[in-house]
């Protein structure tokens, strides 16, 4: 329904915030996420950051499947 | 009198109209770049010589790249190593090729001057000799700065043989190396759609890398060869399965080389990096006892480093290129409909 | 670190971990059970992950109208046809409706016929646009939800604020929400006129992006006056088997809620900003969805104050007559999962992704799309 990319905001400017993934930058659109800093995640789609992106929930989530594969699994 | 011209110069519409002006142009600009005693005869065709006792490979194509320049090649590159490549892909060894220029009426000579300069560079490379050619200059917006057309003659080796029909079931697939990069470093010059990444092209003569390889014995057990270009890797799986409706190849994801900036670059478009253009790598298909060897032999060559095995010919989905995923489950790989484009969903 | 992150929502052995608890939970359902995922991108995933054979035999996934595209009616692309062939203007799109044939040409064929028709990334490419073209008026063919809508209003406004005056919207932008609703509806009335359906709903796996602006509160009703389960869920295969077992949880204890996989991403509210931008420059009206009809409050139009930017008000477009779909098209079967892909006549027959004759085709996010580029024979 709607691809949407996540990515790091390196830089602010105004309306607008430097992102990175993986050495790859994009400017996006930050209207709507005034309150977005430096060093956090965001979701992109269409140009437009949409929503921030939790890492520790995620890293959270990572946790516990890990310790259900303990041993299984490489390292994070 | 025709003034000498400039480097700084744009290229008029008289440059093109048979005159002085052509005159000028061919000595100046195409013969200082194309040394060959053939070319330099200026006859209306190249008279070639041959072993009258072996096979010739004999290919065309057109470039019209945009932009003329992208990191890693030009247009110029671009066209000699794509032809290059083509009389590879049938077993030839490269010989003579023709060169013709259809170009935009204000191009500068410099950028005409930097095109020459890199098909010289790599016909004196790879030992191919520019034989005969065609200059014409056409008006503003006809053309979009310049478009060049090759053809290209080689002898094709007395050891090799390869065609659709040698194909069997439980022959391997090789790629020779990471895919994707030149349709991606094109994208990315034209814009990228405001996506930023190091990515060049992958442009180049894989003439070194198969001239090793045709050298071994092993190359009679090569049963077919492919430049995967537009359509990339699926376009070239699915020609042989539409050719072959007898037999199906099976590729597995996570075996397929590529960098981690094309990867990433492919996930934040969605694009499938196996519908996306090469200009530097080869699809062989290979007797399975043969295989190793092969790859073996091309990673002595630094063009084929990550060359690696991707794959099997089977016969359990006839007509089809399926891929297997990450968890083992199987899909359909699709001949491309069209160039890939960003969606929003 | 976010390399790693996604990595890991992929990892086999995680991805396997969470198979085996689905096995296990779907062994105590002894029925069959159909969930939808309303969302083409998580079609798209399921299809390019192999996902739906790793499922359990009694799990089917069905696969919803969530592809804006999709559900665009042909006589929307008609009317970019008309504008770009009767008035000298630049007509900027997104990539997704290049190739969309409308009913007797795409914007790929106008385009090589010489009309100009620009791809943008990003509707904020359309400014750029307007000042190099300042000759020229340009067209933006708006469509998507509510995920794409607040950056299109955020650029409807700085267009206004700027005082650009060579820029106009097609409007072709639904509110999904409403349309979810009638999909309900007619799934039950199937079941209650005892139509032979091979599958009623039995919960939803919820568009994620979509409810990174709209939150998880606007799904509420769906349990509460349906009874029905639905879990907001990412669109990795972690995230998407997550979603599965969380609906599958519901269904065993008999209480269906609103849940949210995607925690990373989603919140109660959404984004409220975002949602303020889209209510500042837009308003509802009804609106056709190709393969479910017209759904009462699912358009948009523009507000007072916008109205000058909206293409249809700026240029004479003749009325088009609603065009009917094509003969034994079934999609509005396959849209509320009444029937798969391939047991419509014309699948892989006479609709193609080359030629598509109905909506779910249409675009790679498509349910008939998908299955045909990945899983049109069982492989």
Redesign the interface.
Same mark, same amino acid.
């Given at each position: 329904m709607c691809i949407a990319i996540p990515m790091k905001v390196i830089a602010i400017d105004g309306k607008y915030a430097v992102c990175e993934y993986e050495g790859i930058r994009k400017l996006a659109r930050i209207d709507f996420l005034s309150e977005v800093k430096v060093g956090e995640y965001v979701i992109i789609h269409t140009g437009f950051a949409i929503q921030k992106l939790d890492i520790e929930d995620a890293l959270e989530t990572i946790r516990i499947y890990k310790e259900l594969t303990s041993g299984q699994t490489s390292e994070v | 009198m025709v003034e000498k011209v400039n480097l700084k110069d744009k290229i008029l519409i008289s440059y093109g109209t048979g005159g002085k002006y052509t005159q000028e142009f061919i000595n100046n600009y195409v013969l200082k770049h194309f040394k060959s005693k053939i070319l330099s005869e200026l006859l209306d065709s190249a008279v070639l010589n041959f072993e009258m006792d072996s096979k010739i490979a004999f290919t065309t194509d057109s470039y019209t790249v945009s932009p003329i320049f992208f990191p890693g090649g030009d247009i110029g590159k671009l066209s000699i190593c794509g032809t290059i490549n083509d009389l590879l892909c049938v077993g030839a060894i490269p010989k003579y090729i023709s060169v013709s220029l259809i170009i935009e009426e204000g191009l500068e000579f410099e950028v005409i001057d930097k095109i020459l300069s890199s098909i010289e560079e790599v016909a004196n490379e790879e030992n191919v000799e520019i034989v005969t050619g065609d200059t014409k200059v056409v008006e503003k917006g006809s053309c979009d700065k310049v478009f060049i057309t090759t053809a290209g003659i080689g002898v094709v080796n007395k050891n090799i043989c390869l065609h659709y029909n040698r194909i069997s079931p439980g022959d391997v697939v090789i790629i020779s190396g990471n895919i994707a990069e030149h349709g991606l470093a094109v994208l990315l010059s034209r814009g990228g759609? /405001?996506?930023?990444?190091?990515i060049q092209s992958d442009c180049s003569s894989l003439k070194p890398m198969l001239e090793q390889l045709f050298n071994k014995e092993i190359s009679s057990h090569i049963k077919f060869m492919r430049d995967p270009t537009r359509g990339g890797i699926s376009a070239v799986l699915n020609e042989v399965v539409h050719k072959r409706k007898d037999v199906s190849i099976e590729i597995e994801e996570e075996l397929v080389p590529l960098s /981690?900036?094309v990867k990433?670059?492919c996930?934040?478009l969605?694009f499938d990096p196996l519908n996306i253009a090469n200009e530097g790598k080869v699809v062989i298909i290979v007797d399975k006892n043969f295989a190793e060897e092969t790859v073996k032999v091309l990673r002595q060559h630094p063009l084929g480093k990550n060359a690696r095995i991707i794959g099997e010919v089977t016969t359990?989905?006839k007509g089809?290129v399926?891929l297997k995923?990450?968890?083992g489950?199987?899909?359909?790989v699709?001949m491309p409909?069209?160039e890939e484009?960003?969606?929003?969903? | 670190m976010l390399y790693d992150i996604i990595q890991s929502f992929r990892d086999t052995n995680i991805v396997k971990k969470e198979l085996e608890v689905i096995t296990y939970v779907a062994k105590d359902i002894k029925r069959d059970v159909f969930i939808m995922e309303v969302c083409g991108t998580h079609t798209m995933q399921i299809s390019k992950f192999g996902l739906r054979k790793l499922l359990p035999k009694n799990i089917k996934l069905i696969s919803g109208p969530g592809c804006p595209v999709c559900v665009t009616p042909i006589e929307y692309v008609d009317k970019a046809i008309y504008i770009v062939r009767n008035y000298n203007v630049i007509l900027a799109t997104f990539g997704d409706l290049f190739r969309v044939p409308g009913s007797e040409s795409s914007l790929e064929k106008e385009k090589s016929d010489g009309k100009d028709v620009r791809i943008v990334y990003s509707p904020e490419e359309i400014i750029a646009l307007s000042k190099e073209s300042q000759d020229k008026d340009i067209v933006f063919l708006s469509i998507g939800f509510e995920t794409t809508m607040p950056g299109i209003a955020a650029v409807a406004k700085e267009i206004k604020d700027n005082g650009i005056n060579n820029v106009y919207f097609l409007l072709g932008n639904k509110f999904f929400l409403p349309a979810l609703e009638v999909l309900i509806l007619h799934s039950r009335s199937y079941i209650l006129s005892n139509i032979n359906t091979t599958s009623s709903i039995d919960g939803f796996i919820l568009p994620g992006h979509l409810s990174s602006i709209i939150g998880e509160k606007s799904y509420l009703w769906i349990s509460k006056k349906y009874n029905l389960p639905g879990v907001i869920t990412g669109f990795e295969p972690l995230d998407i088997l997550r979603g599965i077992r969380m609906i599958l949880e519901m269904i065993i204890v008999n209480k269906p809620e609103i849940k949210n996989e995607y925690t990373r991403v989603v919140t109660y509210e959404g984004n409220i900003d975002a949602k303020k931008f889209i209510l500042e420059v837009f308003t509802f009206k009804s609106s056709k969805w190709r393969g479910i009809g017209v759904v009462p409050d699912s358009g948009v139009e523009f507000k007072e104050g916008y109205k000058q930017y909206d293409a249809e008000v700026k240029f004479d477009i003749p009325k088009i007559n609603n065009i009917s779909e094509f003969t034994g098209c079934r999609c509005n079967d396959v849209l509320i999962g009444k029937i798969t892909p391939f047991e419509c006549a014309l699948f892989a027959t006479v609709c193609t992704p080359e030629n598509p004759k109905g909506a779910c085709m249409v675009s790679q996010e498509g349910a008939c799309a998908a299955y045909y580029k990945y899983e049109r024979d069982d492989v």
């Open positions: - | 759609f /405001g996506f930023d990444c190091k /981690g900036s990433n670059l996930e934040l969605s359990e989905n089809r399926i995923t990450t968890y489950t199987k899909r359909i699709d409909i069209a484009l960003p969606r929003i969903c | -």
